[in-house]
């Protein structure tokens, strides 16, 4: 699990223009902390130092330490609203947690032994069907990533959800819907399948004149 420390302050004044007023002029993303036992608070971060964690994968499924005024709290990051054509995050909202506080999440997925697995020898291209997972983990386990083994997988073969190893107390929540879900597969690209189909036909006209 990353240690992740975010620093932010407490900030009285609500509402859209308040809102915009931090961006703008501050540099400051508001964003509302909530769960727990206690009450929902209202606070800013500074936006570059934000954008900064979030270029690490692992900052979307981890505990961070949220410092808030000297004071640190357990939280993970629930939700965050980009502005459609800028890069700037508009608000962050972020979740209490202790270590046993189940949560869910979505963890990224690290595939591995891509190059050397027997369906890419034999010509095939990995095909990622899916880059992240819905798991379901005390935050005290919640894995930075989930590694993706491509080893074994033949050519047209698939890899799923039942097939990768999770971490100790990680569940699925597809597989726990019965939703086996292909991870990924690896297929010969649609140009040399269509060559060979074209080979092959060749062949046989060639073989029809013959008679």
Known sequence: MSDFTVIAKLRSDEGKGASRRLRRLE????????????????ISLVHKDLVKQLENDAFYASVINLDIDGKTETVILRDL???PAKAVILHADFQRVSANTKVHVKVPLHFINEDVC????????????????????????????????????ELDGNLHISDLKLPEGVESTDLSHDHDLVVASIHKPRAAVEAEAEGEEAAEGEEGGEE
């Open 118 to 153: 027997a369906g890419v020898k034999a010509g095939g291209v990995v095909q990622h069907t899916l880059t992240e997972l819905d798991v379901v983990a005390p935050a005290s386990k919640l894995p930075e990533f989930i590694e993706v083994d491509m080893a074994g997988v």
């Open 81 to 83: 609203q980009r502005h």
């Open 27 to 42: 540099g400051l993303v508001p964003a509302v902390v909530y769960g727990g036992k206690a009450d929902p608070v209202s």
